[in-house]
C-alpha cells in the first residue's frame, strides 16, 4: 500500500524550531518530486515547497523563504521539513504529498502550533 | 504569482441534482506546446487529507466515480458533480501546476440542500 506518514510536529514557541518528517512506504521515492502543504486551522490549502526527485532543485512559497528547508533522504524513502524561527502564523497541519504536477498521494498530516 | 479564485465560497444542493463549482486564474494555465491546461481539483472531508479526484483540468483519477467531471480551458474552469450523493458532502480546491509556487484556490463547501 502506498503510504506518507508525517512525525515531528508539536507545541513550540515563537522563534523556535521543529524538523518534520515524512516517511514513505510502497512506492520508491526517489523516483517522485515531494511537497509540502500546509493548512492553517479552520482554513484553506496552502502550497509550501517542492523538492524534486534527487534532491537538486527546490522551490519555496514566498512566506517561508529563509525560514523552513526541505530536503530528502532517498535511501531512508524519508522527506524532511526544517523548520526555524517559527512564528505564530505557521501554526497549520502540515501535509506531505507526492507528485510532479497533482498530488496524487498524500499523508495524514502533523499539527504544528507555535505559541508562547 | 498566479492567484485561483473559486466560486462560490459554498453551495447547498439537493440529493440527486447537479452541483457545479468554479475556478478562475489570475494567468492562463494552458501550456501551448502540449494543449494541457495544468489543473487538479481534490475533494477533503473533515479531519481527511485532501483526495485528488482530476488533473489536467478533465482527467478523472482512477477510482473518481464517473458523477465528478471536469471542463474548462485557459483561465476558467468548472468542477461538475452530476447527480449529488451523501459522501461528496466536503470542501473542494483547485490547484494550478503551471508555475511554482503552486497555489490553490480558497476552497468551496458543498452541502445537501
Known amino acids: 500500500e502506498v503510504q506518507l506518514v508525517e512525525s515531528g510536529g508539536g507545541l513550540v514557541q515563537p522563534g523556535g524550531s521543529l524538523r518534520l518528517s515524512c516517511a514513505a512506504s510502497?512506492?520508491?521515492?526517489?523516483?517522485?518530486?515531494m511537497h509540502w502543504v500546509r493548512q492553517a486551522p479552520g482554513k484553506g490549502l496552502v502550497w509550501v515547497s517542492r523538492?524534486?526527485?534527487?534532491?537538486?532543485?527546490?522551490t519555496y512559497v514566498d512566506s517561508v523563504k529563509g525560514r523552513l528547508s526541505i530536503s530528502r533522504d532517498n535511501a531512508k524513502n524519508t522527506l524532511y521539513l526544517q523548520m526555524n524561527n517559527l512564528r505564530v502564523e505557521d501554526t497549520a497541519v502540515y501535509y506531505c504529498?507526492?507528485?510532479?504536477?497533482?498530488?496524487?498521494?498524500w499523508g495524514q498530516g502533523i499539527l504544528v502550533t507555535v505559541s508562547s | 504569482d498566479i492567484v485561483m479564485t473559486q466560486s462560490p465560497d459554498s453551495l447547498a444542493v439537493s440529493l440527486g441534482e447537479r452541483a457545479t463549482i468554479n475556478c478562475k486564474s489570475s494567468?492562463?494555465?494552458?501550456?501551448?506546446?502540449?494543449?494541457?491546461?495544468?489543473l487538479a481539483w481534490y475533494q477533503q472531508k473533515p479531519g481527511q487529507p485532501p483526495k485528488l479526484l482530476i488533473y489536467w483540468a478533465s482527467t478523472r483519477e482512477s477510482g473518481v466515480p464517473e458523477r465528478f467531471s471536469g471542463s474548462g480551458s485557459g483561465t476558467d474552469f468548472t468542477l461538475t458533480i452530476s447527480s449529488l450523493q451523501t459522501e461528496d458532502v466536503a470542501i473542494y480546491y483547485c490547484q494550478q501546476y503551471y508555475n511554482a509556487p503552486y497555489s490553490f484556490g480558497q476552497g468551496t463547501k458543498l452541502e445537501i440542500k
Open positions: 523538492i524534486n526527485s534527487d534532491g537538486s532543485s527546490i
Open positions: 510502497g512506492f520508491t521515492l526517489s523516483n517522485y518530486w
Open positions: 504529498a507526492r507528485g510532479s504536477h497533482w498530488f496524487d498521494t
Open positions: 494567468e492562463n494555465i494552458l501550456y501551448s506546446s502540449n494543449k494541457k491546461n495544468y
